[in-house]
């Protein structure tokens, strides 16, 4: 894991989206979780779309690294015998990806669960493709379409689509409920909750506060099934909200305990220094930001 192939730091890094911090509640780096070498197992890209529930499939885009892991999920979502498909995230301008999602059917609508790159890099490439309208919460992300709001419900691809604005990771995350996707419905989470690890806040944009509040609403969502953005598809997106919580409660305590002995108006480095003492240079600024967003959180 070395520099995290982002030299503009985290706001326009299109790996900066995805750290694994759950390792290290037991050790001292706080991301080192996806530094070691990939199994031999790990997904490829394959040539068609992978089922992922009821009213969804998949395709692994070609962008695995560091930090979005095995690389970003593309999804489609369609109703059976439905002509018609909405796409979630196209992600990286790669001709083969886009061309493999533009086949799953008459695309209507594409969707953006936030700004970062590595799921918008081909939005434009993709509205020009296949014509349908990219919508997403910033206007600047948007082709041919109006900005999505929280609330909004929507039915493309014969599938019932509610939108949820979960603020935390960014400021214009958005995840997409499926109530009717199977038994306990699903939710296309975005980078607000991964397949593995746990998620970035991309501070100052991305709040912790904002985040805890967004676990709160996507846990109220019950038992669904839990299609994130990167890492695999998941059962029980409330029981995953929990763990993230404690993950970042425990996190907190961390801090607290660093500033109960530095003193309250200790520094972002003098904090990160305590807390993830080994952390390898490389990605430092990962733990400082990380450090900087508890700090905001605990102060504010
Ligand atoms: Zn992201």
Redesign the pocket.
């Known amino acids: 894991m070395k520099g995290v192939g982002c030299e503009r730091g985290l706001v326009q890094c299109q790996d900066?989206?995805?750290t694994s911090e759950s390792k290290a509640t037991s050790g001292n780096s706080p991301i080192n979780g996806d530094s070691s070498p990939q199994p031999s197992s790990s997904p490829q890209p394959s040539s068609s779309l992978q089922r992922s529930s009821e009213l969804t499939r998949f395709r692994l885009a070609p962008n695995p690294g560091p930090m979005s892991l095995d690389g970003t999920n593309s999804y489609v979502i369609g109703a059976p015998g439905s002509p018609y498909v909405a796409v979630v995230d196209p992600g990286p301008d790669d001709e083969e990806h886009l061309a493999v999602l533009a086949s799953a059917g008459v695309v209507d609508v594409v969707l953006i669960?936030?700004?970062?790159a590595?799921?918008t890099e081909a939005s434009a490439r993709f509205h020009q493709i296949t014509g349908a309208p990219v919508r997403a919460a910033l206007l600047e992300h948007c082709h041919g379409g109006e900005p999505l709001m929280g609330g909004e419900v929507l039915t493309a691809g014969g599938v019932e689509i509610r939108v949820v604005a979960t603020p935390g990771?960014?400021s214009d995350?958005l995840c997409f409920h499926l109530p009717h996707d199977g038994p306990t419905g699903s939710v296309l989470t975005?980078?607000t909750i991964l397949g593995r690890g746990t998620?970035?806040l991309?501070f100052p944009d991305g709040r912790l506060g904002d985040y805890l509040s967004s676990l709160d609403k996507l846990e109220a969502m019950g038992p669904a099934t839990l299609l994130p953005?990167h890492g695999p598809v998941l059962p029980a997106l409330d029981e995953k909200c929990r763990e993230y919580r404690d993950h970042r409660e425990q996190r907190l305590d961390q801090i607290r305990a660093a500033l109960n002995s530095l003193g309250q108006d200790a520094s972002i480095p003098a904090v990160t220094d305590a807390v993830y003492p080994d952390v390898d240079p490389s990605v430092r600024w990962a733990a400082e930001t990380s450090v900087a967003a508890q700090l905001d959180y605990l102060r504010s």
């Not at 669960?113 to 970062?116: D, L, V």
Request: glycine letters at 12%; charged letters at 20%.
């Open positions: 900066g989206t995805v669960t936030h700004r970062h590595d799921h990771h960014t995350s975005g980078d998620t970035v991309d953005a």
